[in-house]
């Protein structure tokens, strides 16, 4: 659920937001998974992780208020901009692991710029080292995973299952 929230932070008089709800009947297990996702989002303040404005952890239903992306996520992106499955280069970047970036072939948009496709792979890297360097390991890096602001950047999380 979206929802626009007043003087939620400082530099704003509303915010955008994405509130996510546990069901009041989910059962221990549905909690425990809710909590264990909420984690890493307490304790990591960056860029390129999303942001957690606040939570309610202590009654019941648990919510949490998570930053809104306007361009969804990245798979939903990119799959916007690769109508066909031809894809006319591909990028490889060498780092501790290969990530490859195909520039797709648009049809009726122009493809987007291989720096902007770097940008947003260094940012997706960025979130995920810091993921690591508070200890946490992400359970499902993917495309999906990520999301796109309005600001065209990069922040990994997502916001998970509307069944819980």
Known sequence: ???E???LTLDHL??????KILRPEATVAQQCKFLKDVQPLLKITHQHVMKLY???LETSPLLILLQHCANGDLKQFLAAYSPSKGYIRCLQIRSFTSLFIC???????????????LRMAYEAA???SQWH???FCHPDVAARSYMITS????VIGDYGSNKI
């Open 103 to 117: 520039l797709p072939r648009i049809m009726g948009l122009p493809p987007l710029p291989e720096n902007v496709l």
């Open 5 to 7: 929230v007043k003087e």
């Open 54 to 56: 606040a939570c309610c």
């Open 133 to 135: 360097k508070a200890g």
């Open 126 to 128: 960025e979130g995920l």
């Open 14 to 19: 509303s915010t955008r937001c994405v509130v």
């Open 1 to 3: 659920m979206e929802a």
């Open 151 to 154: 600001e065209m950047s990069i």
